[in-house]
């Protein structure tokens, strides 16, 4: 089944997008804005909003219908394999199949300063009425907070023994981090520890797919409640450590 993006009518194609051009000359950004989202296979070009940002620069929100669409039948999305449970339903599987507290380990990593995801999963609050990680009887969490150097949460790891590393990562820019999340991986490779832990990644820009390649057991986006982490943590650790 091939499709369009929706605008005004089913197939239309209309995508509204927003960019910013270095050109201080409103006339010829608009003109360069148009020939530009040609270009990228826009029809119907409609420039909604044009405004300089300074003497160099010009942002635009234009729309236009796209020529080209996607066969939705030849996809298959990379997610991480886990059945949802709730927090009730991961205790009582993890006292069935582990038993014992598992040690997580969180934190952001590099210069990355943002905690509001990582500390929606693991701290007590939670997010959106469920409970992060800290309240769950078979967990023992230890957030480390922001701008955690890498070797310096491999030392955390090694000292605590833990079973599970959370990584959370919003900084994105120059691919900041996909430099600090290969280099967790390389150092846990280093300590001969990468396979005797779960290792997560999560954060707006992280999906499964791009966790997977950079080494990580799962990647978790945007909308990721406590409970998705949780399920994927303890069927994980008795699908690898316990042979079930």
Not at 11 to 35: C, H, M, N, W
Not at 47 to 65: H, I, R
Not at 108 to 118: E, F, M, P, Q, R
Not at 153 to 177: C, F, P, Y
Request: charged share 25%.
């Amino acid at each position: 089944m091939r499709i369009k993006p929706y605008g005004d009518t089913m197939g239309d194609g209309y995508v509204q997008l927003s960019f910013t051009l270095p050109i201080g000359d409103k006339l010829l950004a608009e003109e360069a804005a148009r020939v530009l989202l040609s270009k990228m296979g826009f029809q119907e070009v409609k420039l909604a909003w044009v405004e300089p940002l300074d003497e160099n620069f010009t942002f635009f929100v234009a729309y236009g219908s796209t020529v080209h669409d996607v066969d939705i039948s030849q996809l298959n999305p990379v997610v991480p394999e886990y059945k949802k449970m709730s927090k009730k339903e991961v205790e009582k599987f993890a006292e069935k199949y582990i038993g014992k507290k598992l040690k997580v380990v969180g934190a952001t990593i590099g210069s990355d300063a943002h905690t509001v995801g990582l500390d929606s999963i693991l701290n007590m609050k939670g997010y959106r009425g469920e409970k992060g990680l800290e309240a769950y009887s078979c967990f023992q969490v230890y957030n480390l907070g922001a701008q955690v150097p890498p070797e310096e949460l491999v030392r955390k790891v090694k000292e605590l023994g833990a079973e599970v590393i959370l990584v959370s990562q919003v900084v994105t820019q120059k691919n900041i981090h996909i430099k600090n999340l290969t280099k967790l991986v390389d150092l846990l490779e280093a300590e001969g520890l990468r396979d005797k832990v779960i290792l997560i990644a999560g954060g707006p820009r992280i999906s499964h797919r791009l966790a997977q390649e950079l080494g990580y057991d799962a990647g978790f986006g945007p909308d990721t409640y406590p409970n998705d982490v949780a399920s994927f943590i303890v069927q994980n650790y008795v699908k690898r450590f316990k042979g079930e």
